[in-house]
């Protein structure tokens, strides 16, 4: 089983896959407000979400699309927060969600998807 993150590269995302067990989509996204592993960071591997971002939750819209709220102001992260947070929630799903909103302290992120996908 892998796991699928999205992760910061010179100011860009990468995916990084993680050996592991499979984990809750919360589980999977608090990964992000963790330290990436040594080697990761050897190859240059950051994360913007803060560790005060966490813990997540995960809820799925009749549409399909995903909510993620995290635990600071959703307005407060940084464009590449959101786009990690995005991009890895996308990767939970076995077939892509329509869009995913991020709230939190009762702010939201215009609803998008992860670049890339449709």
């Known amino acids: 089983m892998r796991i699928t993150l999205f992760l910061v590269k010179n100011g860009r995302l990468s995916a990084v896959t993680r050996p592991g067990f499979r984990l809750s989509q919360a589980d999977t996204l608090a990964l992000l407000a963790a330290e ?3 080697r990761e960071q050897a190859d240059g591997l950051t994360t913007d979400v803060p560790p005060e971002a966490g813990p997540f939750s995960v809820t799925t819209e009749s549409a ?3 909510v993620v709220t995290v635990s600071t102001p959703a307005g407060e992260l940084s464009t590449l927060a959101v786009a990690q ?3 890895t929630a996308a ?3 076995p077939e892509s969600p329509a ?3 991020v709230v939190g302290a009762a702010q939201s992120v215009d ?3 992860c670049p890339g996908q449709r």
Do not use: M, W
């Open 36 to 38: 990436p592993t040594a």
């Open 64 to 66: 399909g699309d995903l």
């Open 85 to 87: 947070i995005v991009c």
């Open 91 to 93: 990767a939970t799903v």
């Open 111 to 113: 609803p998008r998807n």
């Open 99 to 101: 869009q995913i909103t």
